[in-house]
DNA sequence: CCTACGCCTGCAAATACTTGCAGACGTAGA
DNA sequence: TCTACGTCTGCAAGTATTTGCAGGCGTAGG
């Protein structure tokens, strides 16, 4: 296989991996300090389950890396730039959206680039 | 839902539309150009009809746009800008894979973001 | 009008992803 | 050592994507 479309095949790979509301939350939190399992489920009101089960799929394409202190494992992005790689996709959103407004975007976008930003959203 | 979950999924179906090696290639085909659907399939040797229907979905999803000329159909990108985000993505590539390699996703993103260069790859 | 071309859509089978649940494994503390 | 906790993994069912193929629709040319 040509090698351009390895890296079309390696590239899409890396979308697919991102390609899920829930692994795009995780990273989200995740931009700014470290989790273990339980606390990012509680966070994001997941099930420690599938919390661990993306995890898990993030660790095996080395997203995230693992440090373990006892029983707890703590999570952190092995490149935090992904996080604002992955926001810049917001411009391909806005103005066509069914259920999200500019403002809503703008102000996750904000979120997502400002840790000061209010968090409640 | 929040706004906030709402945007990851609005984010999750932009990866999710962009995840397929295929329609990773057409978009890099199109950030130069625009392609009837023949020629588009011709060039990346895929059948006519998977063209149309990934250009149907990227379509649906407005990242391409289509004008008509007879019975042609010629597809160009929304927003040209989205070559780029797609391309800054290898860096997360990089270092950790298998099939391609480090000169590989060099010489790929070069011809990702210069026209000029080789195409033979 | 008839035919060929270019493209689109519907359908069905194959494949892949997601999810919850049950059970396993290691660690900490009594 | 026994128990509880934190996390991981396997499995099976549900859901979504991908693909090829067959047929449809519009346009150009004879």
Redesign the interface.
């Known amino acids: 296989m040509?090698?351009?479309?390895?890296?079309?095949?390696?590239?899409?790979?890396?979308?697919?991996l991102?390609?899920?509301?829930?692994?795009?939350?995780m990273i989200?939190e995740l931009r700014k300090q470290e989790y273990d399992v339980n606390s990012l489920a509680t966070q994001l009101e997941l099930s420690g389950s599938r919390v661990s089960q993306h995890l898990s799929l993030l660790r095996a394409?080395?997203?995230v890396e693992e440090r373990r202190d006892g029983r707890h494992h703590f999570y952190h992005l092995t490149?935090p730039?992904?996080a604002q790689?992955?926001v810049?996709?917001?411009?391909?959103?806005e103005g066509?959206?069914s259920?999200?407004s500019t403002s809503?975007?703008q102000?996750?976008r904000a979120?997502w680039l400002d840790n000061q930003a209010d968090e409640t959203?």
Chains 1, 2 share one sequence.
């Not at 991102?18 to 939350?25: E, F």
């Open positions: 040509p090698s351009r479309q390895l890296v079309a095949k390696e590239l899409a790979d890396i979308f697919k991102i390609a899920h509301p829930d692994r795009i939350r989200e394409h080395r997203i490149q730039e992904i790689w992955i810049a996709g917001l411009v391909f959103i066509r959206l259920g999200v809503e975007i102000s996750a979120l959203g």
